[in-house]
């Protein structure tokens, strides 16, 4: 069992500052959409497929709106109105209707009302339809066995060719030798693209690309494998960068089980601006609630550029808000996977134990959650053999804390993208360790004033301040001074400022009200 | 003459550990072939150490193979980057008391490498393994663009500022990307004044010395540099850039 020796007190003190922290900017998130949220309207409403230029469609209506600046109605509404008038291609129905004279002024009430119960029907129609693909995967994994054994994290491997059917070749490879789930690297570039390319694809760096007809490729690769080996192999792709809700819908309708999603990563790691990200974070978590996709949010980053040690408490902080801001967009904790990971300089002493305390913290922090925990990167530098002793530690720890999901190290991290015989030595590795320690944590008890505790205690401590500070001073004060990941941005910085957008007074977006609970 | 072969558990006995994966299934055939394949490579006494299915399709293999290769250790050459090298203070010193101003760096990841980690270890202040980075030192001015950054921005900027050093960084080389990234940089600046006058550092966890020296670069820096190396390299090849004397 894991420990932990915070005062509860302390801990209901955080939570509330987090969710203070959460409610400052969650009014201005309720005030926008994004061209990201509108073209996900779209998607739901069948826009899909690409114009003449190889643009998605629902850029192409969601770009010509906001050039016409009705954006802040909801492209839904103007998708209505355009198709109203009878034709099927959205550009050119919504080209049409701009180019009327007084296209833009409102219609009767009458008129207005019919509109809209007719989108509200449709939108019904096809969020029963995502539903209804949810429950079919659910009951399909609840007939399969789920993990190693009852207790053990979920093992995690990345796979990363740059090329899908290549990438498949591999997970089904990994799935074979024990992996629980599979993330599909995307191309480096891809979280500053303002659109989700089509097709299967076949190139990229670093990973190829995150699109529907991928995610449709794998999920059927892996189901195929998961019914072979009578155990659930679960499917992790990114909702991060520009596109958020977007792969959130997307993976929603090929029926991922998980997607990287964080309330701050973009912001931080990709120069993101701060509120496209704030706004896209919350319909896609909306979106993720509505499908039972699991999120791992991304504090584990905090401590690759900043030294482990010194900024562990920020990963608590972080994780505080990201639970608040979650709630927020009505996440189940069960469905929250908070990141952390196992990264103190090798070189010191204690480190397992100061590794522990962490993982313990976390881990009972948030008792429902399937805290995902990460191995080693930023020490590793090529020593393969090394490495793979370095892991097992990790693995060790995992285990022991009773984590939920454990991305498995790779002996050549820093190298290059994972060989099949990494992930095979990594996945006998930990299921080996997984094995030998499966009673470990429920034996061993940690002395109330040892070194856990005192170093658990010292960083809530500063997790506190910190949430204290940026409760006080607001979100955006706080990450322009660098107060997580070392990393300071400001509100008007950063990548895709230009897609937020106010919405009108009579805004509409049926999708919305749905994954909020509001239609009648 | 000083031959030179690998050191198993002896002198001269020759004795390589190989590591690789197979497209077949595990089996009598599969470790048949991995032991002639290893036999093709040029080893002789090949032992297939351990054959473990990786999955239904693959297999993954530990062989040893003797080899009766060697190589005069004499006539070897590899360029090393070679300087006398400075603690944080002594080097801090070195420069108020030589240059009288700071060294000005810029850096960034290019291209669509979205890796922080490799100039991130090298800039921030807290540097990479009890080190302190270029942006700690008060003798530098050290400007991190982070990653993703194009070419042509990254030599705006040194421009810019009249950098005395452009520090480049690539983590993900798949299909060579990084020597597309770094061609397309070299080609910009050889169109500026800053060409020849600024030193251009590579780094990166594949990137040596030698590749960096071939692709245009003043030095290369590779897994496990750590600020201090950067930083003592820059002022030094800047001492004599600028024609100062040896100390």
Redesign the interface.
């Known amino acids: 069992m894991a420990q932990l020796f915070v005062d509860p007190a302390k801990v209901g003190r955080a939570r509330d500052l987090a969710g203070r922290i959460a409610d400052q900017v969650q009014a201005r998130i309720d005030r926008h959409t994004t061209v990201s949220i509108e073209r996900t309207a779209l998607r739901l409403f069948g826009v899909a497929g690409t114009g003449s230029t190889g643009a998605p469609v629902a850029n192409l209506v969601v770009d010509r709106l906001q050039q016409a600046n009705v954006l802040g109605k909801g492209a839904v509404y103007w998708l209505g109105r355009a198709l109203k008038d009878g034709g099927s291609d959205p550009v050119k129905a919504v080209e049409r209707l701009l180019g009327q004279p007084g296209a833009l002024s409102p219609l009767s009430m009458a008129e207005e009302r019919a509109l809209r119960d007719q989108m509200r029907r449709e939108a019904r129609a096809a969020a029963g339809e995502l539903k209804r693909r949810v429950r079919e995967r659910n009951a399909f994994k609840a007939g399969l066995q789920v993990g190693a054994f009852e207790g053990a994290p979920l093992r995690y491997v990345i796979v990363a060719t740059?090329n899908i059917f290549d990438d498949i070749?591999q997970a089904?490879?990994?799935?074979?030798?024990g992996a629980d789930v599979v993330a599909v690297i995307r191309?480096?570039?891809q979280?500053?693209l303002d659109y989700v390319p089509q097709g299967a694809t076949t190139e990229g760096?670093?990973g190829t690309f995150a699109t529907q007809e991928n995610f449709r490729l794998m999920r059927e690769a892996l189901d195929e494998t998961s019914r072979r080996l009578g155990r659930y192999v679960h499917l992790t792709n990114y909702s991060s960068g520009l596109c958020m809700p977007e792969i959130a819908y997307m993976g929603a309708a090929e029926r991922l089980d998980m997607l990287l999603n964080d309330a701050m990563y973009g912001i931080l790691?990709?120069?993101i601006n701060l509120w496209r990200t704030l706004c896209d974070q919350y319909f896609s978590r909306r979106i993720c609630a509505y499908a039972d996709i699991t999120i791992n949010t991304g504090e584990d980053n905090y401590i690759?550029?900043?030294?482990a040690d010194?900024a562990a408490h920020t990963v608590v902080a972080s994780q505080l808000i990201n639970e608040a801001f979650a709630h927020r967009a009505g996440m189940k904790d069960e469905r929250i996977g908070f990141g952390h990971s196992f990264e103190i300089?090798p070189?010191r002493e204690d480190t397992l134990l100061r590794e522990l305390a962490l993982a313990m913290m976390v881990r009972e922090l948030h008792p429902k959650s399937p805290v995902k925990y990460m191995p080693p990167?930023?020490?590793k530098?090529?020593d393969i053999f090394f490495a793979h002793v370095y892991d097992a530690m990790a693995d060790l720890v995992a285990i022991t804390t009773g984590q939920g999901i454990q991305l498995l190290g790779m002996m050549t991290e820093?190298?290059?993208?994972p060989?099949?015989?990494d992930?095979?030595?990594a996945l006998?590795s930990a299921s080996y360790v997984y094995r030998a320690a499966r009673h470990l944590g429920s034996d061993l008890t940690f002395k109330p004033e040892g070194i856990v505790a005192r170093r658990q205690r010292e960083v809530f401590d500063r997790a506190l301040a910190l949430l204290e500070e940026t409760a006080r001073d607001g979100m955006v004060a706080a990450i322009g001074r660098a107060r997580f990941g070392?990393v300071a941005r400001t509100e008007t910085g950063g990548k895709g400022l230009s897609g937020v957008v106010q919405r009108a007074d009579d805004y509409f977006n049926p999708f919305l009200e749905i994954l909020e609970g509001r239609e009648d | 003459m000083n031959l030179i072969r690998p050191y198993g558990d002896r002198r001269d006995d020759g004795l390589v550990q190989l590591a690789f994966t197979l497209p077949v299934p595990a089996g009598a055939k599969a470790k048949e072939a991995a032991s002639q394949l290893v036999k093709k490579m040029g080893f002789k006494s090949v032992l297939v150490a351990s054959m473990e299915p990786a999955g239904e399709r693959f297999s993954v293999f530990v062989c040893y193979g003797r080899g009766d290769f060697a190589l005069d250790f004499d006539r070897v050459e590899a360029p090393e980057v070679k300087h006398p090298k400075h603690g944080f203070d002594a080097l801090n010193a070195r420069i108020a008391e030589r240059l009288g101003r700071p060294i000005v760096v810029v850096g960034a990841c290019i291209g669509s490498d979205a890796h922080t980690t490799g100039i991130d270890a090298i800039f921030n202040m807290k540097g990479y393994a009890g080190d302190y980075g270029l942006e700690r030192y008060p003798w530098f001015r050290a400007v991190n663009l982070g990653a993703q950054v194009e070419p042509a921005v990254l030599v705006a900027k040194a421009k810019e500022l009249n950098a005395d050093a452009i520090l480049v960084s690539q983590i993900v080389t798949q299909r060579d990307i990084h020597k597309e990234n770094v061609r397309a940089l070299i080609e910009i600046l050889k169109g500026e004044d800053l060409w020849g006058k600024a030193i251009l550092v590579f780094g990166g966890p594949r990137i040596d010395h030698k590749q960096a020296l071939d692709l245009g670069f003043d030095a290369g820096f590779g897994p496990g540099t750590r600020p201090s190396d950067v930083a003592n390299y820059v002022y030094y090849r800047l001492c004599e850039k600028l024609g100062l004397p040896e100390e």
């Open positions: 740059g070749d089904r490879a990994a799935a074979e030798q191309s480096t570039a979280s500053l760096f670093g790691f990709r120069d690759t550029t900043a030294d010194e300089d070189d990167t930023k020490h530098n090529g820093a190298l290059h993208t060989f099949l015989q992930r095979h030595a006998k070392d």
